[in-house]
C-alpha cells in the first residue's frame, strides 16, 4: 500500500509536459486527473481510458462510500451489543464464584472493506476507490 501511494504521488507531481524516456526510444507521457486520481500514461495509448465512464466511475465511488458508512454503523451495533452481552454474562459467572467484580465490555473495531477490481484497464477505478472511499 506504501509503495502504490509512492507511485500515485510520483506521477501526481510530474507536468503534462515531461517526458519519460525508455532505453529505446522516447515515449511521452501525459497525466490524467479524474476526481482525487491521477494516472500516468504514454500520450499514444487512448484506447484505455473511457471518458464517458467518468460518470459511472463518480456513481460507483459515491455508493461505496455510503454503503461503507451503513455497514460500518450496522457491523459497530451488532459487535458492540455482542460485546455487552459478553461482558455481562462474565460478570453473572464472576459472581456465581463469589468475585464482586463488574466485567466492562471490550472495545469494538470494525474491519474495512475490500473490493476487487479484476478487469480494469488503466486502474483509474481503483485508485479512485483507494483515495476517495472514506475509512471508518
Do not use: C, H
Amino acid at each position: 500500500l506504501s509503495k502504490l501511494r509512492t507511485l500515485t504521488q510520483k506521477f501526481s507531481s510530474m507536468s503534462e509536459e515531461k517526458k519519460e524516456t525508455s532505453s529505446k526510444e522516447s515515449v511521452e507521457m501525459e497525466t490524467l486527473t479524474e476526481g482525487k486520481a491521477t494516472i500516468l500514461y504514454e500520450k499514444a495509448n487512448t484506447v484505455f481510458y473511457n471518458k464517458v465512464q467518468e460518470f459511472n466511475r463518480d456513481l460507483s465511488t459515491a455508493v461505496i462510500n455510503e454503503f461503507a458508512k451503513v455497514y460500518r454503523q450496522e457491523k459497530f451495533e451488532k459487535e458492540t451489543a455482542k460485546a455487552k452481552r459478553r461482558a455481562e454474562r462474565l460478570t453473572k459467572e464472576n459472581k456465581g464464584k463469589g468475585i464482586d467484580k463488574v466485567v466492562e465490555p471490550e472495545k469494538v473495531s470494525i474491519p474495512g472493506l475490500r473490493v476487487l477490481e479484476a478487469l480494469s484497464a488503466t486502474g483509474l477505478r481503483s485508485i479512485r476507490y483507494w483515495k476517495e472511499i472514506e475509512e471508518g
